[in-house]
């Protein structure tokens, strides 16, 4: 099991490869081992061919001799025949009576002259073929020896074979060879073979992990290949996947901006009430200024009336660039943010005479390492949507709280819930993309924001009605995830 | 009765009649001319006949000096050639000291070799180089080569050793054979066929010079007193025939003659003498020998 998966972990360009050359050792052994096998049999027929022609020549000389139990003639035919049948190579050849006695030995020093051939000696020769012993490298054989039908003794002979086996080594030798050669020029053409094939698909590879690295880029029409028409559609649908996915983050960022300068305009219109209001006091002012001035009492009120009216407008102004100029802003939450937002939504809260509770139990000053800006806005939202949502002359609520190593925030409307689709935005695992969400673009945006805090959103029906939507901002080790983000 | 000298007297007399009987059929046919004009000479293994080169240059030098063709005469056995000089087919021969005696009554002789200065040799007994003996009593039990039972060299000189030790080869060896040239008993005992062999002391020596390696494998172990050396022996049938004379000038002239000499190089002979028969009664004393005590 181990093995498989070792197996299957190898890369393709090395396994076809492989199982190729396997193949070849498969085959080639099949192989050589019918030739070695057909050599062997051809071989061993010529042997006993040969042997055969040595045995008639040498027996025809000398079964006179035999007879006559000459032992000199016998040697004499021995010695002769040996240097005659060189490419027999005879190792030694005995010539025995019927008795079983040694008339000549081909080598006397070894088997003496009249000596009793031993039994089990006799007994390693075959009668018909040569036979072959791999260790000695000897074929042996025997030939009775007849007169008129009468056995008169016996020849023992057997012979070098070294060379059959050098021509078998020889030729196993050749065949490995070959076949390994063979092997390896097909392992390495398969090799070659599978990286052409595979390599599209390492452009593949690479182009999705820049992909996945957010540098989506289309393969150039350059390296498509034209011939290879797979390939090629392959490539194809990966471009018009790239080109869908950049037509979608198009979509989403000018959806997102639109979103943006859609409550933009909103809180805009909202804003030049609030500047627009306290303007007419403040041409008043101006005119009495202009009537009354040099009176001190009438200049002094008239003066501060200017005062507090700019500062009210230079506040909403401050508010507005903070929230829609974020970039500029990079300083950390602080209840000055709730301030800001709290100033934002009058305009609206106004228009739909809506009330808002507020309740915030945060101390004050810096509250937590975390950006405001990006809080801010996703508050901004929550209670635009909040205001939407409730009829006029409702009422929503806003509440922030410090507790456990986290900022809680809650928002609550009077409005007739959230539609499921909606709420999905906020509280499934993954949010979706941007396009998904339709009319709720500005809570995708508070659900990216909370993503990127690591904080989390529970969404709850009030308990008098309405939606109470929960968010929980975590204040320690915050700072290193929301750079990381 | 013992076996081998029963054998011996059987085939010296088997000899005899063989002799006769092919002297009667042959004698016809001597008449006529193109058979008269052909010199045969026997050749026994007493020397090295198996020598081609030698057997052209002694034909070539006898039919250049006889002024007829010449043809040498081999076979397998002394007894053969011995046959065929007594019965008259062949004209003369070279044969060895012991049919001469033999069949002295029937042979006359032409002339003898001269070896190292003499008309005389040794018979050996050798043995393997590596076989530890003393003398030739310790080669009891052993196979034995002879060369033929004709040979002198390389059968009667050892019979008659054993004769005078009261013993015979059949008693004292396990086992012996003849090779039909003194070669073959060098061979055989060189390659442990044989144990031991009998040998012609010449054969033996010029063949350290031809085959020093075969040689090599054997040492002597027992030299013989010195013996007539093999003659060229005629037949008494053909005595007075002018070819005989012819024969023995060529013989004895060989040493004077460019072809001769080099028949006598390759023999490792000095030359052919004319001798007295009674130059082999010394081995007439070992016939003698084992015909009364072996």
Redesign the interface.
Known sequence: MNVLRAWGSIPVSYRVPVLVALLMVVVSAAISERVLDRLSQTQEAALDGLAETYLDGLSAAIVPAVMRGDVWEIFDALDRTTTAYRSLAPLETVVAGVDGRVLAASDPGRVATYSQLPADYVAQFGLRSVSIDSDTMAGSTRRDLVYQGQKVGAVFASFDVSHLFAERREILVTLLATNGMLAAAFALGGFLLVRRITAPLGVLESHMRSAANGMAQPIPPAGIPSRDREVASLFNGYNALVQAQRDSDRLATQLAEEERLASLGRLASGMAHEINNPLGGLFNAIGTLKAHGSAPGVRETSIALIERGLQGIRDVVAAALATYRPERSTRTFAVADLEDVRLLMTPELRRKRQRLEWSVDLGSGEVARVNGAPIRQALLNLLLNASAATPEGGGIALSAASRGGELRFEVRDEGPGLPPHVARILVASEPGPIVSAGGGLGLWMVRRTVDECGGRIAVADGPNGGTVIAMSIPIAQEERRFDAA | MDRSKASLVNRREAVRLFAATAASLALPAIGRAEEDKVFRFGLTPVFLVNDLELLDHLRGYLASRLKVPVELVTRRTYQEITALLVSGQIQSAWICGYPFVAFRSQLDLVATPSWRGRPLYQSYVIVHRDRQVDDWTGLRGD?H?FSDPDSNSGYLVTTALLAENRTTPDRFF??H????GHR?VV??VA????QSGSVDGYVWEVMRETEPDLVAQTKVLRRSEWLGFPPVAAPRLLAGDPRLAAIRDALTGMKDDPEGQAVLKLLRLDGFVVTEPSLFDTIAAKMDVVRRLG
């Open positions: 196979v080569a396990s086992h054979f003849f090779t039909y073959n061979r055989a390659s442990r066929l044989a």
